[in-house]
């Protein structure tokens, strides 16, 4: 579980979050609001990427101010710009790289590699260059990066906005197959509305947080 308990964020003189306190545990949780709102900063709270300047964010009962590095292999955090995730010139590297860091021996990673490249049909690109890749592909390769690490949560700050319609639901569609507790920044409200949970950030404060069904038509309401 992921708790935030009278968190504040400032950037300097600037309040960007204001105490906000939050116990996330359920399968798949998006956060919506508008541009500016605080939304990426929130999610950048919840693998340590940020820390709080007041309160506290535990992941497991891990506190990301103290204890990044377990945090860290339990989040796994997609940008918004895969080009901010990809690191290494060849894909099979790239995938690699998280691996390694994790002390994963070479056969696991080999298989790791093998698997998830097959489960999005990326097979073939194995040893392609990464920088020639798609915007779609990769998209799908950041994702994969952080999967194959096996993270408990996966925290996705507007994964799809580069997208075209094909690969938007690929990626879709990879993210609704995960077991993995998702926590989704985005402004796709299509994407949300069988979710089990919608957290409406406004103002750097949570003005909502409901079911689809309610949460949506508010921030709708709010928008108009
Ligand atoms: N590193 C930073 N330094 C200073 N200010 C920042 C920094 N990161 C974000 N901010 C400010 O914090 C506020 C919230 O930004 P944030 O990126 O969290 O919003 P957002 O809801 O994700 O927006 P969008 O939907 O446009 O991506 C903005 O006013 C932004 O300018």
């Known amino acids: 579980m992921?708790?935030?308990?009278?968190?504040?964020?400032?950037?300097?003189?600037?309040?960007?979050?204001?105490?906000?306190?939050?116990?996330?545990?359920?399968?798949?949780?998006?956060?919506?609001?508008?541009?500016?709102?605080?939304?990426?900063?929130f999610a950048r709270l919840l693998n340590g990427l940020a820390v709080p300047s007041a309160g506290t964010v535990s992941v497991d009962g891990h506190d990301t101010r103290k204890n990044?590095?377990?945090?860290?292999?339990?989040?796994?955090?997609?940008?918004?710009?895969?080009?901010?995730?990809?690191?290494?010139?060849?894909?099979?590297?790239?995938?690699?790289?998280?691996m390694k860091n994790l002390g994963l021996d070479k056969a696991t990673i080999a298989s790791r590699t093998t698997e998830i490249l097959k489960r999005y049909d990326m097979e073939h690109l194995r040893e392609h260059p990464a920088h020639l890749l798609s915007g779609g592909q990769k998209q799908l390769l950041a994702i994969s990066g952080v999967l194959v690490m096996n993270p408990a949560y996966v925290v996705l700050d507007e994964p799809t906005t580069l997208l075209d319609l094909r690969n938007k639901r690929r990626v879709t569609r990879a993210l609704n197959a995960l077991d993995q507790t998702l926590i989704h920044v985005t402004h796709d409200l299509d994407q949300i509305a069988d979710y089990d949970r919608v957290i409406v950030i406004d103002e750097g404060r949570v003005v909502c947080d409901d079911a689809p069904s309610k949460a949506i038509p508010f921030y709708q309401e709010l928008m108009a």
């Open 2 to 41: 992921i708790e935030l308990k009278n968190v504040s964020l400032s950037f300097g003189e600037h309040p960007v979050l204001h105490d906000i306190s939050l116990l996330l545990s359920e399968h798949r949780i998006a956060v919506i609001g508008a541009n500016g709102s605080g939304k990426s900063s």
């Open 68 to 98: 990044g590095k377990d945090v860290r292999a339990r989040v796994g955090f997609v940008f918004q710009n895969p080009d901010n995730q990809i690191v290494f010139p060849v894909v099979e590297e790239d995938l690699a790289f998280g």
